[in-house]
């Protein structure tokens, strides 16, 4: 499940994590309380719902992000997320929220680590291996 839209509810600031460069504060509507992300997820993504950024594996290194929390606030969900030092220097995101602080999302990248193998094995059989 994605959390959004999310706005950024305040300007970038220093992380407490030593391999993030910033934590930002965003907000998002009520609802996103029952996503099913957490600072345990992986692969998660921040993008301003970008299809170029969103649908591309090879662009996702540069808008991937850890969540910090997602937690109830008075009016919807207070979500933190801290992005690493290379996405933050080298990616779209610190150009994008100064440009739109607004309309922002976060979903759950897939990872798929073994159809590479799978595929190499399978043509190894199909070579009668």
């Known amino acids: 499940m994605d959390v959004g839209p999310m706005r950024l509810a305040e300007p970038p600031g220093p992380s407490p994590q030593g391999w993030a460069a910033v934590r930002l504060r ?17 692969n998660v993504l921040l993008t301003d719902n970008d299809p170029d950024l969103l649908l591309d594996p ?9 969540v910090a929390d997602l937690a109830p606030a008075t009016e919807g969900v207070t979500v933190l ?18 440009a739109s602080p607004e309309g922002w999302w976060l979903d759950q990248g897939f990872a798929d680590r073994t159809g590479g193998w799978m595929q190499d094995f399978l043509t190894y059989l199909d070579a009668g291996g």
């Open 81 to 98: 997320v801290d992005v690493g030092r290379r996405p933050w220097k080298n990616g779209p995101l610190k150009s994008r929220l100064a």
């Open 58 to 66: 090879s662009a996702w290194p540069l808008v991937s992000v850890g």
């Open 26 to 42: 965003f907000t998002a509507p009520a609802d996103c309380a029952q996503a099913e992300l957490s600072p345990d997820s992986f």
